[in-house]
Every structure is written in C-alpha cells, then in structure tokens.
C-alpha cells in the first residue's frame, strides 16, 4: 500500500510539471499492480490520465486543460469556456463500467440571470433542486438532479463581479 501511495505522489509530480513532446506514458509497477502514467499535449491543451490496475479491479483518473469531460458535456453552458485545470473524472471499476465522478470548471461572459435562466429551462425535465442566494460579492445558484439510483448532477453557478460574468461547476456522479 504503500508504493500506491508512492506512485500516486510520482503522478502528482509528473501532472504538476508536464512533460515534453506530444505524449508520454510512463508505467510504474509493484506487488499491488501497476500505474500507468499518460500525458498528451494537444491545441486545446493538456490531458494527463493515470490508470491503476489492482486484483480489485482498475481506476482511470484524468485531468484535463482546456477538456470538458464526454459525460457532462451536455450539461455545459453554451459558449462557456474551461477555466484552466479545471476539469478531472474518475473511474472506478471501469472494466465493468463502474462507479465514475467528473467535474468541470467553466467561465462565461453573460450574466449570472441569463445563466440560471438557462439551466432552469434545461434541467426542467429532470426536477432539479434549486437554491439561490445572494451574497457581498454576487449572487450563487445551485441546482442538483438525483436520479433513482443515486447517480446524480450537480450545477454551481457563481457570479463573478469583478470578471463580468458567471463561474459554471459541473459535477457528475454515476453508480
């Protein structure tokens, strides 16, 4: 357990400082299983994956810059931007489909009203819970969809005063 630990430090060191060229995987192993170590550069920006393979099973965490992850997707607010290192998911089980969480940072330009407006209209369907709150620096909104088998999106809506514009926070669990 611990040269788990081990190797989840060497990702973090790896992932905080990147690497050259286009890819790079690296592959670290011990009596526990492996860790694959991936980073790949691209125009839209840097993706790292680490993927740990146990007797228990494998895990597939990934971080991503300028990446919106495929499973929420279509939650984000058109337009809106992914604000830098903002955006990871998490896979647990994934030969067999299992347990993930995303999450996802995004920025746009219009205005808080015209934000919640949005998903107020979007997520209809789905009875969302919905809160809302004004504070000293802006006004907050949440809305969060439960689905029967606990699976479930959370949205988090910040106004951004000072940047003129509203903070998108995406987050997905699937069982």
């Known amino acids: 357990m611990k040269r788990l630990w081990l190797i989840l430090v060497v990702f973090t060191l790896i992932v905080s ?10 592959v670290y192993s011990s009596k526990e299983g492996t860790v694959e170590v991936k980073v790949k550069k691209s ?10 393979k146990t007797k228990e099973g494998t895990a597939i965490f990934k971080k991503g810059k300028g990446v919106i992850p495929e499973d929420i997707k279509g939650y984000a607010y058109p337009g809106a931007s992914p604000l ?11 030969e067999k489909a299992g347990k993930a969480l995303s999450s996802s940072y995004l920025f746009t330009k219009d205005g808080i009203d015209k934000v919640i407006a949005y998903y107020k209209d979007k997520l209809k369907d789905e009875s969302p819970q919905y809160y809302e709150m004004t504070t000293p620096n802006g006004k907050m909104a949440s809305f969060t969809v439960e689905k029967e088998d606990k699976s479930g999106v959370t949205v988090m809506l910040n106004e951004k005063a000072g940047k003129k514009g509203t903070e998108i926070h995406i987050t997905k669990i699937s069982k």
């Open 17 to 26: 400082y990147g690497c050259k060229g286009k890819e790079k995987t690296e």
């Open 43 to 52: 125009s839209s920006g840097d993706v790292q994956e680490m993927k740990i």
């Open 84 to 94: 830098e290192g903002g955006s990871w998911s998490m896979q647990a089980g994934a």
